[in-house]
């Protein structure tokens, strides 16, 4: 029980990749769910008990049929699948309310917004027409979609839409042409969301300082600074793959200038 559509889903990277098992939005949905109610370091309990009137109330619909979903629904993560949800130390976590997902009506949508958000921290970026199609939103089965019209009418601003207007994700795209055909899609993002509900949940509780420390949420006083240029908007992890971008970016930029030294 307790189900909040304010809790966190806090997901490991290969969750987020696996693409190739063919949930529906239902499925997904549950299954977030579920990581919502979960502690990722603490795998000695790895059962969450809901009614179904309780799974109603957190969708906001009126009614599940009861062959979809018995009056008590109980989901365990199997031993075999521990590693995918209870290793915050060997993987990469990233994390989103659960609201952002639940409201969420097309497939299509929650898979954009959780690639969306996977990425975010690139800025701007590009993909190919193809895995965007095919890989992304899981569109391969589909013979028609292989036309970017068609794709992109039915399939792809739909989910932009959706996304943009229900999540905290907000972005835009551009499409990229290879003489008359769409090759690539490139993202622009653009949400100016801060991360302080994200901060405030991973700080302890007993940490009521009115005041974040940011250097001790960041781990660093450089990881901070850099946090406070960005508006605070991206986590920990993010911030650290921003860092070394950065640094190898100076070092391709000075290279030149220190081979022109030395051939001076």
Same mark, same amino acid.
């Given at each position: 029980g307790n189900l909040d559509q304010r809790y966190w889903v806090q997901k490991s990277d290969p969750l987020v990749l696996m693409r190739s098992v063919p949930f529906s939005l239902g499925e997904l949905k549950v299954l977030d769910t579920y990581i919502s109610r979960i502690n990722v370091a603490d795998?000695?309990?790895t059962?969450?008990?809901?009614?179904?009137?309780?799974?109603?109330?957190?969708?906001?619909? #009126?009614?599940?049929?009861?062959?979809? !979903?018995?009056?008590?629904?109980?989901?365990? $993560?199997?031993?075999?699948?521990?590693?995918?949800?209870? $290793?915050i130390g060997k993987y990469h976590y990233f994390k989103y309310?659960?609201?952002?997902?639940?409201?969420?009506?097309?497939?299509? #949508?929650?898979? !954009?917004? +959780?690639?969306?958000l996977h990425n975010r921290?690139?800025?701007?970026?590009?993909?190919?027409?193809?895995?965007?199609?095919?890989?992304?939103?899981?569109c391969k089965e589909q013979e028609s979609y292989q036309e970017y019209k068609i794709f992109k009418n039915r399939v792809f601003d739909p989910a932009v839409k959706e996304v943009n207007k229900k999540t905290d994700c907000h972005f835009e795209y551009e499409a990229i042409r290879r003489g008359r055909k769409v090759a690539q899609i490139k993202f622009i993002y653009? #949400?100016?969301?801060?991360?302080?509900?994200?901060?405030?949940?991973? +700080?302890?509780?007993?940490?009521?300082?009115?005041?974040?420390?940011?250097?001790?949420?960041?781990?660093?006083e450089q990881l901070a600074i850099l946090a406070e240029g960005c508006a605070y908007e991206f986590n920990?992890?993010?911030?650290?793959?921003?860092?070394?971008?950065?640094?190898? #970016?100076l070092i391709h930029i000075s290279e030149p200038t220190r081979l022109g030294m030395i051939s001076y």
């Amino acid at each position: 029980g307790n189900l909040d559509q304010r809790y966190w889903v806090q997901k490991s990277d290969p969750l987020v990749l696996m693409r190739s098992v063919p949930f529906s939005l239902g499925e997904l949905k549950v299954l977030d769910t579920y990581i919502s109610r979960i502690n990722v370091a603490d795998d000695s309990r790895t059962t969450v008990t809901f009614t179904k009137d309780e799974y109603e109330k957190l969708m906001g619909i #009126s009614k599940i049929n009861a062959e979809v !979903l018995k009056k008590h629904a109980e989901l365990s $993560c199997s031993p075999q699948a521990k590693d995918l949800f209870f $290793c915050i130390g060997k993987y990469h976590y990233f994390k989103y309310a659960l609201e952002n997902v639940i409201n969420l009506t097309h497939k299509a #949508s929650y898979l !954009l917004y +959780i690639y969306v958000l996977h990425n975010r921290y690139r800025g701007e970026w590009e993909l190919s027409l193809d895995e965007l199609r095919n890989d992304v939103l899981d569109c391969k089965e589909q013979e028609s979609y292989q036309e970017y019209k068609i794709f992109k009418n039915r399939v792809f601003d739909p989910a932009v839409k959706e996304v943009n207007k229900k999540t905290d994700c907000h972005f835009e795209y551009e499409a990229i042409r290879r003489g008359r055909k769409v090759a690539q899609i490139k993202f622009i993002y653009h #949400s100016q969301q801060l991360l302080v509900d994200d901060v405030a949940n991973s +700080i302890p509780v007993e940490n009521d300082e009115s005041e974040i420390d940011w250097e001790q949420f960041y781990g660093s006083e450089q990881l901070a600074i850099l946090a406070e240029g960005c508006a605070y908007e991206f986590n920990k992890e993010e911030m650290e793959q921003i860092s070394r971008v950065l640094v190898l #970016s100076l070092i391709h930029i000075s290279e030149p200038t220190r081979l022109g030294m030395i051939s001076y």
